[in-house]
């Protein structure tokens, strides 16, 4: 089986969750932090942001290069929780 170099990463939640939104971000790998475009994407959704950052940067923080762009999109649940995917 091929790597395609995709990692799924959950967040906290039930079985039967309703998508509330997709938001797709380019962030650096280990290295993400406040910014305004990231507060107003998931914020919008009312993600935890410093929970997002805590569980992104834990993920992408070893296994890439320093400063490795990710394009990361988000999927926001109807209870607040989240699920993320990275691709370099």
């Known amino acids: 089986m091929e790597s395609t170099g995709r990692k799924v990463i959950q967040r906290r939640?039930?079985?039967?969750r309703k998508v509330q939104g997709i938001v797709t971000l380019v962030l650096v790998a280990g290295n993400a932090g406040l910014s305004?475009?990231?507060?107003?994407?998931?914020?919008?959704?009312?993600?935890n942001?410093?929970?997002?950052?805590k569980d992104f940067n834990a993920a992408t923080g070893t296994g890439?290069?320093?400063?490795t762009l990710l394009a990361t999109t988000v999927t926001i649940y109807d209870d607040y929780?989240?699920?993320?995917v990275t691709m370099p």
Do not use: D, H, K, Q
Request: without cysteine.
């Open 13 to 16: 939640g039930r079985m039967s």
């Open 36 to 47: 305004e475009v990231l507060g107003a994407a998931l914020g919008a959704f009312g993600v």
């Open 49 to 53: 942001i410093e929970s997002f950052i």
């Open 64 to 67: 890439y290069l320093p400063g």
């Open 81 to 84: 929780s989240y699920t993320f």
